[in-house]
C-alpha cells in the first residue's frame, strides 16, 4: 500500500534518478561520496587522449589512473567534441578538463589551471619530404591549418605577423581534419603543439614531418577546473597529487613513454607568455 | 590505401556504436511519436487555444537546430538545477524534435481524409474514437508511410549530433577511431556504409510494408 508520504518518497526518487540533483556540498565531498571523478575530454587528442584497440589510452589515462589510486575514486572519462567540453565545464557536467589545455593568459582569468604536465610549445607540421619548408620561416606566403579556436592557432597569428609576406590561416574543426587537409595537400603545414604533432609523424612517417625548431613562445599544458569555492579543494588535492609525481620522477617516466622525452614544466603558479 | 587489420580490428567497437545508434534512434522514435500523437491532435482540435499550443510547440522544437537544442539541454538545464545524464539528454533532444515532425506528417496526412467519410460514418451511427480507429488511422498510416520511413531515416542520420552531449553513437566512435589512427578516410568510408546499410534495409521494409497495406483510394 501506498500512503501518501511513500508516495512522495517514490516520486523524488524517481526524479534523482533521472536527475542528479546537485546540493550544496563541496565538489570534493561530493566526488569521495560518488567515489568517482569525472574528467570531461576529447578522444581525439593523441597522445594525451586517443583509442587504441577500441581502448582509451594515452598519457591522461596514465596521470589519472595515478590520481585515482591515490584519491581512492574510480575515474570516469567523458568523451566530448571540443567545442562541447568548455560549455560542459561550466554547466557542472563533469569535474574537470583533461585535455589538456595550454595555460593562456585569458584562460587563467576564467578558469583554474592545475600544474602543467607537459610543455605545448607550437611547432609546424609538414608534409613528409616538402622541401620548400625546412624553418619556421618558410611557411610566408602558404596556406597553413590549426585548431579553431585554439591557443595554438593564436601563437600562430602571431608568429606570422613578424614575417614579411602573409600567412594564409585556415581554422579547423579539429586538429585531425587539418592533419587529413594537410595529408591530401590542401594547406602546406598544422600548427600545433610539439608534443601532439611529434606523436603524429612518428605514426605516420611517411606522411608527416615535423618542422624544427617550434617558433612559438614557450607554453605549457596543463588539466584546468572551474574557478569557484566549490572546485577548490578538489583541485588543489589533484593538483598537489600531479606536483608529487613530478618531484618523485613518475610524471617523468610517464613523459618519456608518451612524449618521447621528459620535458621541464613550472611547479608553482606561473605568468604564461600568451 | 585501406588497412584492413586496422579495420578489423576496430569493427566491433563501431558496431558498438551502430547498437547506440539504433537503440537511441528507437527510444527517441517511440516518444517522439507519443508527442506527435498529441501534438497533432491539438492542432486538429476545434479550440483555436489548444490549435495555437500545438502550433508553438512545433514552432519551437521544428524551428530549432537540433544542433542546438541538444547543447541547451546538456549545458543549460544544469545550471537551473536539472542536470541531465548524456544519455537521457540525447534522448530527450531527438524525441522532442521527431514528435514535431511526426506530428506534422500525421497531421498532413488526417487532412487529406475528406470530412464527408466521418460526417457519413456518423450517420451510419458509429462513435467517433470507431470512426477514428476503424475509419481514419488505418488510412492515415497508408497515406503517410512514405513520409514516416522517410523521417525514421532521417532520425537515425541526425542521431548522429548526439555526440556534442557525450554519447558514444557511430559518428563519434568512428571519428574518435580515425583521429586515433590518422585513417580518416577509412573509417568514415565503413561509418558510410554500415549507415547505409541500416537505412537501404529500413527502406525495403517500407516498401513492403506498403505493398502490404495496399493502395488508399480517397
Redesign the interface.
Known amino acids: 500500500m501506498l500512503n501518501k508520504s511513500n508516495t512522495r518518497a517514490l516520486c523524488i526518487g524517481l526524479l534523482a534518478s533521472?536527475?542528479?540533483?546537485?546540493v550544496c556540498a563541496d565538489a570534493l565531498d561530493e566526488v569521495k561520496e560518488k567515489g568517482e571523478l569525472v574528467v570531461?575530454t576529447e578522444?581525439?587528442f593523441?597522445p594525451f587522449d586517443?583509442?587504441?584497440?577500441?581502448k582509451q589510452t594515452g598519457l591522461n589515462a596514465d596521470i589519472f589512473k595515478v590520481v585515482g589510486e591515490e584519491m581512492g575514486v574510480e575515474v570516469r572519462f567523458?568523451?566530448?567534441?571540443w567545442?562541447?567540453v568548455l560549455?560542459?565545464l561550466?554547466?557542472?557536467?563533469f569535474d574537470l578538463v583533461g585535455g589538456p589545455l595550454i595555460v593562456t593568459k585569458e584562460r587563467k582569468k576564467r578558469y583554474r589551471f592545475l600544474t602543467p604536465i607537459a610543455e605545448a610549445t607550437v611547432a609546424l607540421l609538414k608534409r613528409a619530404g616538402d622541401d620548400s619548408i625546412t624553418a619556421p620561416e618558410d611557411i610566408a606566403g602558404k596556406e597553413i591549418g590549426a585548431g579553431q579556436g585554439s591557443a595554438q592557432l593564436r601563437a600562430l597569428e602571431d608568429y606570422t605577423k613578424t614575417l614579411n609576406t602573409p600567412v594564409e590561416i585556415k581554422g579547423f574543426v579539429?586538429n585531425?581534419?587539418a592533419?587529413?587537409a594537410l595529408?591530401v595537400g590542401r594547406i602546406d603545414a598544422v600548427a600545433n603543439s610539439l608534443p601532439n604533432i611529434g606523436y603524429?609523424a612518428k605514426?605516420?612517417p611517411n606522411?608527416f614531418e615535423v618542422v624544427q625548431p617550434p617558433f612559438g613562445e614557450p607554453a605549457y599544458f596543463s588539466y584546468m577546473g572551474r574557478n569557484d569555492e566549490d572546485s577548490r579543494a578538489l583541485l588543489d588535492a589533484i593538483s598537489s597529487i600531479i606536483s608529487e609525481m613530478k618531484a618523485d620522477g613518475r610524471l617523468a617516466e610517464l613523459q618519456e613513454k608518451w612524449l618521447g622525452q621528459s620535458m621541464d614544466t613550472p611547479t608553482g603558479d606561473f605568468e604564461p607568455a600568451m | 590505401m585501406i588497412d584492413f587489420p586496422l579495420l578489423v580490428q576496430n569493427l566491433p567497437q563501431m558496431l558498438t556504436g551502430l547498437l547506440a545508434t539504433l537503440g537511441l534512434s528507437a527510444v527517441a522514435l517511440l516518444i517522439g511519436f507519443l508527442i506527435a500523437v498529441g501534438v497533432c491532435t491539438l492542432r486538429l482540435a476545434p479550440q483555436p487555444m489548444l490549435r495555437r499550443l500545438g502550433g508553438a510547440y512545433i514552432t519551437v522544437f521544428r524551428g530549432i537546430p537540433l544542433l542546438i537544442q541538444l547543447l541547451f539541454i546538456y549545458n543549460f538545464l544544469p545550471r537551473m538545477g536539472l542536470g541531465v545524464s548524456p544519455i537521457v539528454a540525447a534522448v530527450t533532444g531527438l524525441s522532442l524534435c521527431a514528435g514535431a515532425y511526426i506530428a506534422e506528417i500525421l497531421r498532413g496526412g488526417f487532412l487529406t481524409l475528406s470530412p464527408g467519410q466521418a460526417e457519413s460514418s456518423k450517420m451510419l451511427g458509429l462513435r467517433g474514437w470507431t470512426i477514428m480507429r476503424r475509419i481514419q488511422i488505418p488510412q492515415v498510416v497508408r497515406l503517410t508511410s512514405p513520409a514516416l520511413v522517410n523521417e525514421v531515416i532521417l532520425l537515425i542520420k541526425a542521431s548522429s549530433l548526439v555526440s556534442v552531449v557525450g554519447v558514444a553513437e557511430l559518428t563519434r566512435v568512428s571519428q574518435n577511431i580515425a583521429a586515433s589512427t590518422f585513417l580518416q578516410l577509412q573509417f568514415y568510408f565503413a561509418a558510410a556504409v554500415l549507415y547505409c546499410i541500416v537505412n537501404v534495409t529500413l527502406a525495403l521494409l517500407g516498401s513492403l510494408l506498403e505493398a502490404r497495406m495496399g493502395r488508399v483510394r480517397i
Do not use: C, H
Open positions: 533521472l536527475f542528479s540533483i546537485s570531461g578522444m581525439q593523441a586517443f583509442l587504441e584497440k577500441g567523458l568523451d566530448l567534441p567545442a562541447s560549455p560542459g561550466s554547466a557542472k557536467n579539429d585531425n581534419q592533419y587529413a595529408a603524429v605514426q605516420r606522411t
